[in-house]
């Protein structure tokens, strides 16, 4: 099956843009707070064998203007889901752009 992502890709974007525009730790967990959230409904979705959604939230946010920001989040999502859809080779380039 498929499980959208808990937010929409407008929100995502925000969030993300948000979260790099700000100094502060606490205002940038609590912008992130909805991202995390959703991280954890990602790896539920990875143990029961829905890979798409971390696929998604991965090259969402592979393709935000933010993302050098954010390439421990990437490297730990696309990765793992290419690697779970079975294509290797994508996971190893993955890997080696998040270097």
Do not use: W
């Not at 929100?11 to 790099?20: A, I, N």
């Not at 609590?30 to 954890?40: G, T, Y």
Request: proline residues 3%; aromatic residues 12%.
């Amino acid at each position: 099956g498929y499980r959208p992502l808990t937010m929409t890709y407008s929100e995502l974007d925000s969030m993300l843009t948000r979260s790099c525009e700000t100094e502060d730790e606490d205002k940038k967990d609590k912008i992130l707070r909805p991202f995390d959230e959703c991280m954890n409904y990602i790896q539920f979705a990875n143990d029961e064998c829905d890979y798409g959604m971390g696929f998604e939230m991965g090259m969402c946010v592979f393709s935000h203007k933010t993302s050098r920001n954010f390439l421990g989040t990437i490297s730990s999502l696309l990765p793992l889901s290419y690697d779970l859809l079975g294509r290797n080779l994508f996971s190893r380039i993955m890997k080696r752009i998040c270097e």
